[in-house]
């Protein structure tokens, strides 16, 4: 975006009204107030409460329907796994290898095409869910709270012979994208107005009213970028202006933090002299989640020696010490040891 366009979407943010236009009139769309949010999930604990009592599925019940009629299948929803695990590497590498220009470019390929197939495998396993308990619900709240929320000159705008769903579609692409708010929220004229947020009102919306979706995405960006500016391991402006970049850098901080977190907890639990000092520690999981833990804590070089022996077992069935490349690549230097030794 140029500075204009980002100019506009700061006013229009900050105002907190959509302008949309239906039957030849202007339409404003304001910010919800606690009493149209009150409202709006009353509606929905009703309407979901009606749909339990006509026996409709619920979005579970859903899921195991679709399983059972072979519309959603496990390999897909364990592809999903896979596919989000794969775009977490790919925004950790593009970070990594951010001073190849080439392999940037690479990776932001395998990146949109992955987010592109996620995309369709997810409009795939939803497919059905408007159908269900919480999604009729979700729909009759959604439309509800957008009809109170509509006025024209001044007064709340009253829909006699429509329900305003064309004019709540119409609205949807008004909402900024991901990408839209992270960069308006980094960039002037924003970053000004956010510097004064304590001196100045951010939104002049009336008292009473909720932020809307713009408004707390901003917000939460604009935070965000703040605290990314306080860190001791900030990243330079390359990584912060871009999307990908930054991601990554967010993945590899988390990696660090939950690596530390999870030696802390070994550490405490293999606090004897007996052992203290070995190069290697094999410690029991209580579960799936504290085996990942224990993986974590070991070193980019501890997992690659896992990773080998796993092979070689794989390969055997079963092995000795000796079997292990780098038990005998550790045997031979300590070998080498005695014997420079021997020879002074």
């Known amino acids: 975006m140029n500075f204009s366009e980002r100019e506009y979407f700061v006013y229009r943010v900050r105002s907190g009204i959509y302008l949309l236009e239906y039957e030849d009139k202007e339409i404003e769309l304001r910010s919800p107030t606690v009493d149209d949010m009150f409202r709006a999930n009353t509606l929905y604990q009703k309407v979901y409460t009606s749909c339990i009592q006509d026996r409709i599925l619920t979005q579970e019940e859903m899921e195991e329907f679709m399983l059972e009629r072979n519309l959603w299948t496990a390999e897909e929803e364990k592809k999903i796994e896979d596919l ?85 579609y119409s609205w949807l692409p008004q909402v900024l994208k991901s990408d839209q708010v992270r ?60 999307d990908d970049m930054l991601d990554g850098w967010f993945i590899a901080q988390r990696k660090k933090r939950e690596q530390k977190e999870s030696q802390n907890d070994i550490d405490s639990r293999v606090q004897n002299s007996n052992i203290s000092g070995s190069q290697e520690v094999y410690v029991m999981a209580r579960g799936k989640q504290d085996a990942k833990n224990i993986h974590n804590a070991n070193s980019p070089a501890g997992k690659m020696i ?15 010490d000796l079997d292990f490349k780098d038990r005998k690549m550790n045997l031979a230097s300590q070998a080498n040891s005695q014997f420079k030794g021997r020879r002074r």
């Open 84 to 168: 989000n695990n794969n775009l977490e590497l790919l925004k950790e590498a593009i970070y990594n290898e951010r001073a190849d220009e080439t392999l940037v470019e690479r990776r932001r390929l395998y990146i949109r095409r992955t987010e592109q197939v996620l995309k369709e495998l997810h409009a795939k396993k939803n497919a059905y869910s408007s159908n269900t308990c919480e999604g009729i619900a979700s729909s009759e709240k959604a439309y509800y709270l957008f009809s109170l929320c509509c006025y024209h000159n001044n007064e709340r705008y009253e829909f006699i012979d429509d329900n305003c769903t064309n004019l709540y």
């Open 306 to 320: 896992k990773k080998q022996r796993e092979a070689v077992i794989r390969r055997k069935g079963q092995a000795e």
């Open 183 to 242: 960069e308006l929220a980094r960039t002037e004229p924003w970053r000004s107005v956010w510097l004064t947020k304590d001196v100045n009102d951010l939104f002049a919306h009336e008292k009473g009213r909720e932020l809307n979706i713009d408004q707390k995405n901003i917000v939460q960006w604009s935070t965000m970028y703040d605290s990314i500016a306080e860190s001791h391991e900030a990243p330079s402006s390359q990584v912060i202006e871009d």
